[in-house]
């Protein structure tokens, strides 16, 4: 019975790593789409700067004021929604640190209670169990270090999503204290099991 629920345990980990990596690649792909969108509005730009220097020497008339404010705006509203798009890949990036923090901690509880079960059937000798929780509690420790580090990672980048945006700042700052305090309460866990 616990075997099936360490298989069970362990099919959900294998499907969750699966979904991390899904969600790696879409991230990926969307990186390489802005910075294809990041390169077509510097050749748009080059290309106005040449047209603007061919008017000039060929004396032909500038293309309209309000049609180029138009193609700003327009291209403003790409780079909004790019913005936007790296916001919501910063917090499923959260969610996926936290939703890992959750499989590592369960990870840590099912050997906990395997040593437990192990220790109640084994004769009184102490050491492999005693190696093997040393050896959990590190990589306990070690994800914990992680997670705290990559939430303060997350903090940074919010703070300065805000000072890029401040129609946003609100937001930004409040996701930004929400991964401050997941990397408190990281350190806060670090403390208990280092004191």
Avoid: C, W
């Avoid at 294998?14 to 802005?34: K, N, Q, T």
């Avoid at 929604?81 to 939703?99: D, F, N, P, T």
């Avoid at 959990?136 to 300065?160: G, H, K, P, V, W």
């Avoid at 000072?163 to 208990?192: F, M, N």
Wanted: cysteine-free; glycine content about 2%; aromatic content about 2%.
């Amino acid at each position: 019975m616990a075997g099936q629920r360490e298989r069970n345990a362990n099919e959900r980990e294998a499907l969750a790593d699966e979904r991390e990596r899904s969600a790696d690649e879409r991230e990926r792909e969307a990186d390489r789409r802005e910075a294809a969108l990041t390169e077509r509005q510097r050749e748009i730009d080059e290309r106005e700067r040449q047209m603007d220097e061919r008017s000039r020497v060929l004396g032909a008339a500038l293309q309209s004021t309000e049609q180029r404010a138009r193609e700003t705006v327009e291209r403003s509203r790409e780079l909004l929604a790019l913005s936007g798009q790296r916001v919501r890949r910063h917090e499923v990036a959260v969610q996926r640190a936290q939703e890992h923090q959750a499989r590592d901690q369960a990870e840590l509880g099912r050997a906990v209670a395997k040593i437990k079960r192990e220790h109640v059937a084994l004769p009184p000798d102490p050491g492999n169990a005693i190696e093997r929780a040393k050896a959990l509690r590190q990589r306990a420790l070690t994800t914990m270090e992680a997670f705290a580090a990559n939430e303060e990672d997350i903090a940074q980048s919010y703070e300065e999503l805000a000072a890029r945006h401040p129609d946003r700042r609100d937001h930004y700052r409040r996701t930004a204290e929400q991964a401050r305090t997941s990397a408190r309460k990281a350190r806060e866990v670090l403390r208990r099991f280092t004191s």
